[in-house]
Nanobody, 124 residues
Framework: QVQLVESGGGLVQAGGSLRLSCAHS????????MGWFRQAPGKEREFVAT????????YYADSVKGRFTISRDNAKNTVYLQMNDLKPEDTAVYYC?????????????????WGQGTQVTVSS
């Protein structure tokens, strides 16, 4: 059973930075794509970024492209989301996701296991 534990959320002013981490356990981390999604109050969960099992492929939502960077350290079983130039509209609960398909190049929302989420609040 895969377990995902997010950390690194918090309150930051607009223009600031945060780095989210997600520790993965329960299976071979390096075999699976990882990703981040977010859910703002009153809105549906949305895709933010994903990284392939090898780290060689990354994809981003248009709204975060150029500001956020997803990366992974397979030796530490951890995936990161570096968030720069944060905006108030980035305020949300951020969820780590792990795909359940070995060799996956992206996380599919319907094929993912989820962490509990970490709150990110950006003040204007």
């Amino acid at each position: 059973q895969v377990q995902l534990v997010e950390s690194g959320g918090g309150l930051v002013q607009a223009g600031g930075s945060l780095r989210l981490s997600c520790a993965h356990s329960g299976r071979t981390f390096s075999n699976y794509a990882m990703g981040w999604f977010r859910q703002a109050p009153g809105k549906e969960r949305e895709f933010v970024a994903t990284i392939s099992w090898s780290g060689g492929n990354t994809y981003y939502a248009d709204s975060v492209k150029g500001r956020f960077t997803i990366s992974r350290d397979n030796a530490k079983n951890t995936v990161y989301l570096q968030m720069n130039d944060l905006k108030p509209e980035d305020t949300a609960v951020y969820y780590c996701a792990a795909d359940r398909r070995p060799g996956s190049t992206y996380v599919g929302e319907s094929s993912a296991s989820w962490g509990q989420g970490t709150q990110v609040t950006v003040s204007s």
